[in-house]
């Protein structure tokens, strides 16, 4: 357990808070791609407690700004998208991406006072489905090569949804190996035939046993954690009755995303991005080392189970995320249903909008836990000192050469399992023919 003010502390990030400034030190993603294709390419955008607008100008490309207008404060996401800028409708102030006032209709002929009006605005770029912005001081930093950056377009495909609490414990969840065995536990095993697109659905790698067994028949993984250049690396492994070694291998990368194998085929990384303080978005980068991803397949699936346009899930805690007592006595250990997302979000939001972590008690299978939360007060006290140079990948570091990060599941034995998972990865990287997928 920690105490109610550090608990303040990591959790809040709006504007002058200290884990706030930690975030603003990366790109954040900030929108789908997809949102943008409409007729009207106008979002409004939440981020880390500031309210935005993004939109696509007539030359295609990207702003995102204050969304009350700087003159009495009207919303500009009803704004006009016209002669390449957003206008007011209010009384007409124009404004382009790099949020400069260009025009101001009502004002006297010849005034001039538009050239001081400059609003918010923030850097913006797309990558690979998703709209990242920067919000930090200085000069953005550059992007890693992980491989949902690396891979081609037709090989990622992106998604996210809404999660009705703080966006520390939804990245909790996802640097917890041990949640596996219990949360989404299958009393059946489905035909992994069945298993595009879905996690935990497949054999666990080179062997005939699917993961859903794995997990449920060896539920006391032990678990070790590596920092890295870009975060830190969480080794579990579960060692079975026949002398085997299961070994997953998934990452956080700071300040709030993770990458994690979904099958043998995808990895997933994932950011937990703050909205405000009591709500987030997770949103994922789906990539392929094998296939072109299945995009409307994929699409399809998650839209079923999600209401645009703010992506919030159909299951929900006003419907009691679909629960269902006889399912969970004969199918699931949640009993609400087979999308393992569902689960993930009750499990985060059930705790309450901002989790009370002076009431927990974190066990041996907490260990990521506890060490990324000191990593996140080392780099609060690290800006607080004006060494930004502490911090994970800002630290002159050349980032374009932090590949990976290797997010996998493999078999070996108690000795050998770390040659067995970096050589499975180099494995799955040299067969990999869509894209270069080499390190
Ligand atoms: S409030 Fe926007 S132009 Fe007046
Ligand atoms: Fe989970």
């Known amino acids: ?36 294709a409409g007729k009207r390419p106008v979002v409004p955008v939440r981020l880390l407690g500031e309210d935005l607008v993004l939109f696509r100008d007539s030359e295609g490309e990207l702003g995102l700004i204050a969304r009350g207008c700087p003159h009495r404060g009207a919303d500009l996401c009803y704004g006009r998208l016209e002669d390449n800028g957003l206008r007011c409708p209010f009384h007409g102030w124009h404004f382009n991406r790099n949020g400069q006032c260009v025009e101001q209709p009502g004002e006297p002929e010849g005034s001039r006072m538009h050239e001081q009006i400059r609003t918010t605005s923030y850097p913006v770029i797309e990558k690979n489905g998703i709209v990242f912005a920067y919000m930090g001081p200085g000069t953005p930093p550059a992007f890693p090569n992980f491989d949902c950056f690396r891979a081609p377009e037709s090989h990622v495909f992106a998604f996210k949804g809404l999660w009705e609490c703080n966006w520390l414990q939804a990245m909790e969840v996802g640097i917890d190996p041990a949640h596996a065995s219990f949360l989404h536990r299958f009393l059946q095993d489905e035909d992994p035939a069945d298993s595009y697109g879905k996690q935990f659905r497949d054999m666990a790698a080179n062997t005939e046993i699917p993961m859903t067994k794995l997990l449920r028949d060896y539920p006391r993984p032990d678990i070790t954690v590596e920092e890295t250049d870009y975060g830190m690396r969480i ?77 919030a899930p159909i299951k929900n805690k006003r419907n009691n995320y679909g629960f269902d007592p006889e399912e969970q006595a004969r199918e699931t250990y949640t009993g609400m249903g087979l999308d393992i997302n569902v689960h993930d979000q009750w499990a985060v939001e059930s705790p309450g909008r901002i989790f009370d972590r002076t009431r927990e008690h974190l066990g041996k299978t907490d260990v990521a836990i506890i060490k990324y939360r000191r990593m996140l007060r080392a780099a609060i006290s690290s800006l607080k000192d004006g060494n930004t140079d502490a911090l994970p990948m800002c630290n002159g570091v050349d980032v374009s050469k932090i590949y990976g990060p290797i997010s996998n599941d493999t078999i070996g034995t108690r000795d050998n399992w770390q040659d067995v998972f970096t050589q499975s990865d180099a494995e799955r990287r040299e067969a990999c023919k869509g894209w270069d997928a080499k390190v």
């Open 1 to 36: 357990m920690i105490s109610q003010e550090l608990n303040e502390t990591l959790t809040r990030t709006g504007p002058g808070t200290e884990a706030g400034e930690v975030m603003r030190r990366y790109w954040q993603p900030a929108a789908l791609t997809d949102e943008l």
């Open 235 to 311: 080794i579990a492994l579960r060692h079975m009755e026949d002398g085997r070694t299961h070994v997953r291998i998934t990452n956080q990368i700071f300040p709030e995303a993770i990458s994690i194998p979904m099958s043998r085929e995808m990895i997933i990384t994932q950011w937990h991005v703050p909205v405000d303080d009591e709500t987030c978005y997770w949103y994922s980068m789906f990539t392929s080392f094998d296939k072109p991803v299945d995009k409307q397949k994929m699409r399809d699936q998650r839209l079923r189970e999600h209401r645009l346009p703010y992506y």
